[in-house]
Each structure stands twice: as structure tokens, then as C-alpha cells.
């Protein structure tokens, strides 16, 4: 989306994605203590844990896929040969890490009701389509006179 918005805006492409990988890699680890610091709660996690296990599932893979970059072109050349099934994969690995952490969730002795959590979506699921539907009767009424759309041959891709 960064890399959209400053491309469109003509900003500097590689700044923009540079600035919102590293951003991504503070918050993992800057976000539970401020969290714990705003809510004013104290916790018997071991921090060195919580920081091990981010490390193991978010630094390490950046790490490896630098390497693996850097260090064997015949694994990007199949990789690239094959790229729309390797992102079809991510999506569904992506899916599989939703569904597990929803599950694993709500699979312990979880003090709300069934439906209560389907009344929860339902309500976020309201509240983002009238949130969208403002938005949309926003810039129609602010920009009647504007052309909204991209010309077929000034779209990149």
C-alpha cells in the first residue's frame, strides 16, 4: 500500500518500502511492551521469551530469505519460473496462520459465547461497510468534477 501511495504520488519508491519493512520489524517487538506500558498491567510472560520466540518467527525468516536471495540464483530462477504458485501458496499459508491462531484462540476455556463472537463479527463487519460507504459518498460529493480513474495507458503495473 506505501509503495502504492508514494508511486502515485511520485515519492521516492525505495525509501517508502525500506521505511515500512523496518517499521513492520519494530512493531513486532515494540508493540507488546508499549501495550503493556499504556494498559498499565503487569504479566508473569518472560520478556526474553516473548523476544526468543518474535525472533524465531519473524527476524530469522527476513534473515534466511536475505541469504537465500543473495547466495543462490538457480533457487530465485525457479522461484521466479513458478512465481504465480509460490504467491498462491503464501496466501494459503497466510490463511492457514489466521484460521490456526482463530482456533487456538477460542479453543481454551474461553469465558464468551459462541454467539456472542459471530455478533462481534457481525458488528465489525457492519461497521466497515458504513465506513466504506461514507467514504465512497465523501469523494463522490468532493470530487464530482474529478476523473477518479486511471487512463488504460498511464496504469502501472
Request: overall charge positive; proline content about 3%; charged content about 15%.
Amino acid at each position: 500500500m506505501v509503495h502504492v501511495l508514494t508511486d502515485a504520488s511520485g515519492g521516492d519508491d525505495p525509501l517508502a518500502v525500506i521505511n515500512a519493512a523496518a517499521g513492520n520489524m519494530i512493531g513486532v517487538f515494540f508493540s507488546p511492551v508499549l501495550i503493556l506500558g499504556y494498559v498499565d498491567m503487569t504479566g508473569d510472560t518472560q520478556v526474553t521469551d516473548v523476544f526468543y520466540k518474535s525472533t524465531l518467527k519473524v527476524l530469522l525468516p527476513v534473515v534466511v530469505g536475505q541469504i537465500v536471495q543473495k547466495t543462490m540464483p538457480k533457487f530465485i530462477a525457479l522461484f521466479n519460473k513458478y512465481k504465480e504458485y509460490v504467491k498462491k501458496a503464501q496466501e494459503y499459508a497466510l490463511v492457514f496462520i489466521v484460521y490456526t491462531v482463530f482456533c487456538k484462540t477460542f479453543s481454551k476455556d474461553a469465558v464468551s459465547l459462541f454467539g456472542e463472537i459471530f455478533l462481534m463479527i457481525a458488528f465489525v463487519f457492519l461497521f466497515l461497510i458504513s465506513v466504506m460507504t461514507a467514504a465512497w459518498f465523501t469523494m463522490r460529493l468532493l470530487f464530482r468534477d474529478c476523473c477518479l480513474e486511471i487512463p488504460v495507458n498511464q496504469r502501472r503495473l
